[in-house]
């Protein structure tokens, strides 16, 4: 426990499982408090704030369905009411629907956009409720995926879509809030070992898509939430707007 952001807050939302119990875990690992949002799995989002406060660092779990953007506000609040500030938001809930091209005759709208609700008017809505209460010099940072600038496969357009628009929306928020010297990024992950992706991808990655990556096998959960990491400690002051890809070259 290196205790670089001790005294510090953050939120994850979506950090009961995958990602977001990674990054939840490795910012407790360096000495911040930790809020974490989950929509439905109570027990897990309970079992993840035991694991932080076991680390010796205060925790909370606030249930909260990122669809519901009037969700937002009353989560921020809560944080802000337990720890008394907010200086570290990760828009990390997200979820995937792929596998079916748009011109597709039994392509599912209703999920399709249930997707754009979730992964980027979610994510706006709980940027618009913290940035006013964020601390200055704290940190925002959106986790995108690899397909928001680059994608090399069919049935992933509007998944995609939703990622690229949270790269817009990061960079203008960053202009916003650049005079505050709070810093906004993106980070691109490619392939995870993560519940999200074997429901895409089901068991094991397709040799095809592999081949695409020039480190060839997918990243870590601790690779990328050690990025998190990075940007959200003292070292990261000066690095924003940026989208930052850990993908395996899979852009390349």
């Not at 879509?161 to 960053?174: P, R």
């Not at 010297?181 to 993560?194: L, W, Y």
């Not at 074997?198 to 397709?206: F, R, Y």
């Not at 400690?233 to 390349?252: C, K, R, S």
């Amino acid at each position: 426990m290196s205790n670089i952001l001790k005294g510090k807050v953050a939120l994850v939302t979506g950090g009961s499982r995958g990602l977001g119990a990674a990054t939840a875990e490795a910012l407790a690992g360096q000495g911040a408090d930790v809020a974490i949002s989950y929509v439905a799995s109570a027990e897990k989002a309970e079992a993840m704030v035991e694991t932080l406060r076991a680390r010796g660092v205060r925790a909370l779990a606030i249930q909260s369905d990122q669809a519901d953007m009037a969700a937002a506000k009353p989560l921020v609040d809560k944080v802000v009411a337990y720890f008394g500030k907010l200086d570290i938001l990760v828009n990390n809930a997200a979820i995937a629907v792929q596998g079916k091209t748009v011109d597709a005759r039994d392509l599912d709208t209703v999920d399709l956009d249930r997707q754009w609700q979730i992964n980027v008017m979610g994510a706006v809505a709980t940027t618009r409720a913290a940035a006013p209460v964020l601390s200055d010099g704290g940190r925002i940072i959106f986790i995108g995926s690899a397909l928001g600038t680059h994608v090399p496969f069919t049935g992933a357009a509007d998944y995609a879509g939703t990622k690229a628009a949270i790269i817009g929306y990061a960079k203008g928020v960053a202009r916003d809030l650049g005079g505050r010297n709070i810093t906004v990024n993106v980070i691109q992950p490619g392939v995870m070992p993560t519940d999200m992706a074997a429901e895409v991808l089901g068991d094991g990655v397709p040799d095809a898509l592999m081949n695409l990556h020039a480190i060839r096998r997918i990243a870590t959960l601790e690779e990328v939430s050690a990025l998190i990491c990075h940007l959200a400690g003292p070292n990261g002051g000066y690095i924003t707007g940026g989208v930052i890809d850990v993908a395996g070259g899979l852009a390349i």
